[in-house]
């Protein structure tokens, strides 16, 4: 089948830390994965994606790289700021799938100043 | 461009009343999604729409229905609603043509049953 796991949060970090949040996925299909960010009292956008194995997805600071020999897309940032709190999303969809798309459950980061 | 609209934004029922979720894109987009969004459980699929004149359940359908009114319109309806029903709502859509990749979400609505 298909699913998205990742790391429970919520997650406090100090300005300027390192970031990681952890994804693993199972997948019927080759998939394409995402992370989708959730700011306070608003809906879901796409932060970044990557279609294929190897690629990096980047935008606005943060990576994440499609690793399919571990079935992982782990989001990195290498300094976080406070405008970073907000709740962060691994997707995936396959063309198996059709247009269905498979959310994690979602970790919430606060970074204080 | 508007993107996803959504309305109400916020909503209170009593148990076993009735409401209808509306939801629009004026992307052109194909398919059409209603979420809901409960702490500690992600988003869940209730139901979608790959295209026009085609709807199919999702993970927790049961209590709702859906229309497709046009390429643009999904709606969401409670008929009776239930506190298990309290949550945030959210509609989302995609082009689903090849290349495409990005969902896009509406602003949600957020549901209080008493």
């Known amino acids: 089948g298909n699913s998205v796991t990742q790391m429970e949060g919520p997650v406090t970090l100090s300005e300027e830390a390192f970031l990681t949040i952890n994804c693993t996925y199972t997948?019927?299909?080759?998939?394409?994965l995402f992370w989708y960010v959730q700011y306070p009292g608003e809906g879901l956008q796409l932060l970044l994606k990557?279609?294929?194995?190897?690629d990096k997805g980047s935008n606005k600071g943060f990576e994440a790289t499609y690793r399919k020999e571990t079935t992982s897309f782990h989001l990195e940032k290498g300094s976080v700021q406070v405008s970073d709190s907000a709740v962060y999303f691994c997707?995936?969809?396959?063309?198996?799938?059709?247009?269905?798309?498979?959310f994690g459950t979602g970790t919430s980061l606060t970074v204080i100043p | 461009n508007a993107g996803v609209t959504q309305t109400p934004k916020f909503q209170v029922l009593k148990t076993g009343q009735s409401m209808t979720l509306q939801c629009a894109q004026d992307?052109?987009?194909?398919?059409m999604y209603w979420y809901r969004q409960d702490p500690g459980m992600g988003l869940r699929l209730i139901y979608y729409?790959?295209?026009?004149?085609?709807?199919d359940k999702g993970e927790v359908p049961n209590g709702y229905n859906v229309s497709r009114l046009n390429k643009r319109e999904f709606s969401l309806r409670l008929e009776s609603a239930a506190p298990s029903q309290t949550s945030v709502y959210f509609c989302?859509?995609?082009?689903?043509?090849?290349?495409?990749?990005?969902?896009?979400f509406g602003p949600g609505t957020r549901l209080t049953v008493t």
């Open positions: 997707a995936l969809r396959t063309w198996v799938t059709g247009n269905q798309f498979y």
């Open positions: 997948a019927t299909g080759y998939p394409s």
């Open positions: 990557a279609t294929k194995a190897d």
């Open positions: 992307m052109n987009h194909n398919s």
């Open positions: 729409s790959a295209s026009e004149g085609t709807t």
């Open positions: 989302a859509s995609f082009q689903g043509a090849v290349g495409s990749y990005e969902q896009y």
